[in-house]
C-alpha cells in the first residue's frame, strides 16, 4: 500500500512540474495581477443606484453661475467610490480644466484631521482626552485660568466658553497665533468652559501644540504618520509652500475673479492646514465611514463622530439650514439628522477657497467637495445629492434662476 501511495504522490509531483515546465518563461514573467477598477470620472464607470447621471446635471447647470470658477466632486456609495468629476478650471486666467489630481485646500474641513488624530492617540495611549490643556504647557490661556480645568475633548469638540471666531480679526491682521492664545485670558466669555458650543479657530489650533507636547513630534508629521500614509493618502500636505509647489493646484477667486492666496490660517494646522486632491479626501471620508478599520477602528470612528454638545445651525436660517435638525459637535467633526438620517462631516472656508463633507455612517454613503471660489451653492448641492440617495422627491436646493447668480457666504464659523 505504502509502495502505491509514493508513486501517486511522484506522479503528481511530476505532473505539477511538467504544467509548470510546459509554460513558456516569458509568459510566466508575463502573467500580471488584474488591473484595478477604472476610477469613476466618465459615465461609462459611474456605478451604483444614485442616479449620477442627474446629479452631474445638476452641477453643471450649479457651475455656469459665475459665482463658481473650479470645482472637484467625488462620491462613495455604500463604501465605494463612485462617481468623480471635475468641473471649471483652476484659474481665471490661463486655468487648466480641474481633474481628480487637482490640488484644493480643506481649510477647517482639517479640523476633523485634529479630532481624529487626538482620538488615535488617546486609543495609542500617547495622551488622554480627559487631560487639562494646561497639562501640555501650551499656549492657550483663557479666563479665570480655565485652561486648567477644560479637557482636550472639550477643546476639540468647541466647548471653551470664548466668543465665537476670538481673535479671527487679529489673525487676519498678522498678529502670532501663540501671542492670541495668550491674550485670549483677557476676553469676556460667554459661559462657563465645557458647558455650551462657541467656533474657534486660534483657541482651536492649540490642540497641535498638545499633541506635538504628548507625541513629542509636530502635529504635522503625525497626521502623516498616523493618519495620511496608512490610509494611503499621498497627496495629503501641510502649509501654503505645499500647495503652490503641488503639479496641479487650484487659484483662489472671488467673484469670478483671482484672490489674493493668503497663508493666514494656515498658520492654524490643526484648524485649516490640509491640502489634498479631491480623491484623497473621498478616502478621508471612506475612513470616516469605518471602511479603513486597521487605521481607525469602528470604535474609534464613533468616539470622534459622537455629538458632545449641540450647536447653533451652522448654514444659518436658510432652507438648507433649516432642514438640518439636531446639529451637535464632535471630536473636530459636526453632525446633523437630515430627514430622518443622521449625518456627519464638515466643511471649511478661507479666502477664495471652500470645501465640504458629508456622510452617512450607516450607509455609507456621502459627497466630498472642493472649489476655487467663494460660491455657497455646493453646500445646498448636499441636500439635493442625499435627496438622491434617499429617493426623496426632488427639492430645487440650488434654486438656480435664469440669469441670477448667488450672493456668496461662507459657513458659520468656517
Not at 251 to 277: C, F, I, M, Q, S
Request: charged share 15%; proline share 7%; hydrophobic share 40%.
Amino acid at each position: 500500500m505504502w509502495i502505491v501511495l509514493f508513486a501517486c504522490l511522484a506522479l503528481s509531483s511530476l505532473t505539477a512540474w511538467w504544467i509548470h515546465a510546459s509554460v513558456p518563461a516569458t509568459s510566466q514573467r508575463n502573467i500580471r495581477p488584474p488591473a484595478p477598477a477604472p476610477l469613476p470620472t466618465s459615465p461609462t464607470h459611474w456605478r451604483g443606484k444614485i442616479d449620477y447621471v442627474a446629479l452631474d446635471a445638476r452641477i453643471r447647470a450649479m457651475t455656469a453661475d459665475r459665482t463658481i470658477q473650479g470645482l472637484a466632486v467625488a462620491v462613495v456609495e455604500n463604501g465605494r467610490l463612485s462617481f468623480v468629476q471635475g468641473y471649471g478650471l483652476t484659474s481665471s486666467v490661463d486655468g487648466e480644466p480641474i481633474t481628480a489630481g487637482t490640488t484644493f485646500r480643506w481649510a477647517s474641513l482639517s479640523k476633523t484631521v485634529a479630532g481624529t488624530l487626538g482620538a488615535r492617540l488617546a486609543a495609542d495611549g500617547v495622551l488622554s482626552l480627559t487631560e487639562p490643556v494646561a497639562t501640555f504647557h501650551t499656549s492657550l490661556r483663557l479666563p479665570a485660568n480655565a485652561e486648567r480645568t477644560l479637557s482636550v475633548e472639550q477643546l476639540l469638540s468647541q466647548r471653551s466658553g470664548l466668543p465665537k471666531n476670538a481673535y479671527d480679526n487679529r489673525l487676519e491682521s498678522g498678529e502670532a497665533p501663540e501671542t492670541l492664545r495668550r491674550d485670549l485670558a483677557n476676553v469676556r466669555p460667554i459661559c462657563a468652559p465645557s458647558t455650551c458650543h462657541s467656533y474657534q479657530n486660534v483657541a482651536f489650533d492649540a490642540v497641535s501644540e498638545v499633541m506635538a507636547v504628548a507625541a513629542h513630534e509636530p502635529f504635522e508629521a503625525q497626521a502623516r504618520e498616523r493618519l495620511f500614509a496608512p490610509l494611503g493618502m499621498t497627496s495629503a500636505t501641510f502649509g501654503l509652500a505645499s500647495l503652490t509647489a503641488a503639479k496641479h493646484w487650484a487659484k483662489p477667486h472671488r467673484n469670478g475673479v483671482a484672490a489674493p492666496l493668503l497663508d493666514t490660517y494656515y498658520r492654524l494646522p490643526a484648524e485649516a492646514g490640509v491640502n489634498t486632491n479631491i480623491l484623497e479626501l473621498a478616502k478621508w471620508m471612506q475612513a470616516q465611514m469605518g471602511l479603513a478599520p486597521a487605521v481607525l477602528p469602528a470604535e474609534l470612528v464613533s468616539t470622534i463622530q459622537q455629538a458632545r454638545v449641540r450647536t447653533d445651525k451652522p448654514y444659518g436660517n436658510t432652507p438648507f439650514g433649516r432642514a438640518l435638525e439636531a446639529p451637535g459637535y464632535g471630536l473636530g467633526m459636526r453632525s446633523f439628522v437630515y430627514k430622518g438620517h443622521r449625518l456627519v462631516g464638515h466643511s471649511g472656508a478661507v479666502t477664495g477657497y471652500r470645501a465640504t463633507m458629508m456622510l452617512d455612517p450607516i450607509t455609507k454613503t456621502g459627497i466630498v467637495m472642493m472649489w476655487n471660489s467663494e460660491s455657497n451653492l455646493p453646500f445646498r448641492l448636499q441636500a439635493e445629492f442625499f435627496d438622491l440617495a434617499y429617493e426623496a422627491p426632488f427639492t430645487d436646493w440650488l434654486n438656480l434662476k435664469a440669469g441670477a447668480t448667488q450672493t456668496q457666504s461662507k459657513p458659520k464659523g468656517r
